[in-house]
């Protein structure tokens, strides 16, 4: 979930389903300073990564590039896709021509020979889809072993705090609807409960060293007072964070 919704969830069918091309100039925009993407998800990602210098890392659904640019000021070789064409030339503009960027669907064979990465991250990418076999699959073929994949997904108990009557347990969709930077747009997700997340990365060939609900950037207190103020413990309830190794 990139922004705090503007409804409350709703279990749905959408007619054409996270159409990012179709909102991307204003995602961008909105979340270049939200709260969610700006200090919570992009900082946790690059205290999780640690000392990337000189480490190839593949951004797998880069968006625009926010991630990207993060890991390459610090020294990483970055390479990134992304399904949407429109996120893609924006990521362009931002990282330049001489960054590998493709436009590449996840739940299809990625472009990129096996073992091509020391790390890869794939954040706010896998609960778009009802089945991550696939996608873990290729991701662990295009890490060296012993490589790191850092995944970022909705929180598995988001759905049952706002929908109640929901199964925890059952993979369920489910859609919300968002203002991005004054344009409305619906994303549809994938709840699945802790235990298939982790069960699917152990298929895939990984093992999980690392499973983190982290506070927000410590500036985010000072910019989002209201927004902070109902959480007093510092930290709240979005997103989780997981960091795998490839067996």
């Known amino acids: 979930m990139p922004a705090i919704p503007e409804s409350s969830a709703v279990i749905a069918d959408v007619a054409v389903e996270n159409d990012y091309d179709g909102f991307a100039e204003a995602y961008t925009a909105e979340n270049e300073t939200s709260l ?29 590039g926010p991630v990207s640019v993060a890991l390459r000021d610090r020294g990483a070789v970055v390479s990134g896709f992304d399904r949407s064409a429109k996120m893609v030339e924006l990521a362009r503009q931002r990282l ?49 072993p012993g490589g790191r994949l850092i995944v970022v997904v909705n929180h598995p108990i988001l759905l049952k705090m706002v929908h109640r009557e929901t199964d925890y347990f059952a993979t369920t969709k489910w859609s919300d609807e968002y203002d991005f930077n004054g344009q409305k ?61 490839a067996a």
């Open 36 to 64: 969610l993407n700006a200090y919570y998800v992009r900082p946790a990602i690059v205290d999780l990564a640690g000392d990337v210098a000189g480490r190839r890392i593949l951004d797998a659904g880069c968006g625009a």
């Open 96 to 144: 330049g021509d001489d960054v590998d960027l493709r436009v590449a669907d996840i739940t299809a064979p990625l472009p990129y020979p096996d073992g091509a990465f020391d790390d890869a991250v794939a954040a706010l990418v896998l609960h778009y889809l009802e089945d991550w076999t696939a996608p873990l699959a290729e991701l662990r073929r295009v890490l060296k």
């Open 185 to 245: 747009a619906v994303l549809t997700y994938w709840h699945r409960p802790l235990h298939a997340m982790t069960d699917a990365f152990t298929a895939a060939g990984f093992r999980t060293a690392v499973i983190s609900e982290p506070p927000p950037a410590p500036e985010a207190h000072e910019l989002f007072p209201d927004e902070m103020a109902r959480f007093p413990s510092g930290a709240f309830l979005s997103f989780m964070f997981f960091v795998l190794e």
